[in-house]
């Protein structure tokens, strides 16, 4: 793979920032993210994964749709929250695309916690 037709990837960690200003202080929670890979050629296929730690009984809203702009998002998929010791965790793997060179960034996006 020559450098000219790669590109890497930055996860976008503001993502949080969202979720955190939306929520009263007793039910906060933590945003990660994760991507499969840092550098990719045109065209791969790249897994985004958030994870949402929050209170047991509190409920991850992901958006209906995402632009993600300059990435195609491919599948969204969301899973049943799962407890993590005194916190549950819910999770979305978002299988996306690119087809432009150079170092991207994933944008951030907006998600509730109720």
Do not use: K, Y
């Not at 037709?5 to 007793?26: K, Y």
């Not at 791969?44 to 209906?64: C, M, S």
């Not at 690119?98 to 996006?109: A, D, K, M, R, T």
């Amino acid at each position: 793979m020559t450098r000219s037709a790669s590109m890497f990837i930055r996860a976008a960690v503001c993502v949080s920032a969202f979720v955190a200003a939306s929520l009263p202080l007793s039910a906060q929670a933590t945003v990660f993210t994760n991507v499969d890979s840092t550098q990719v050629t045109v065209g791969d296929r790249i897994t985004f994964t958030v994870l949402v730690d929050h209170e047991i009984g509190a409920r991850v809203v992901w958006p209906d749709s995402l632009d993600l702009d300059p990435f195609e998002v491919l599948e969204a998929r969301a899973g049943l929250p799962e407890v993590n010791g005194e916190r549950e965790r819910s999770t979305a793997v978002l299988s996306l695309t690119v087809f432009e060179l150079g170092v991207l960034e994933i944008p951030s996006f907006e998600l509730e916690v109720l």
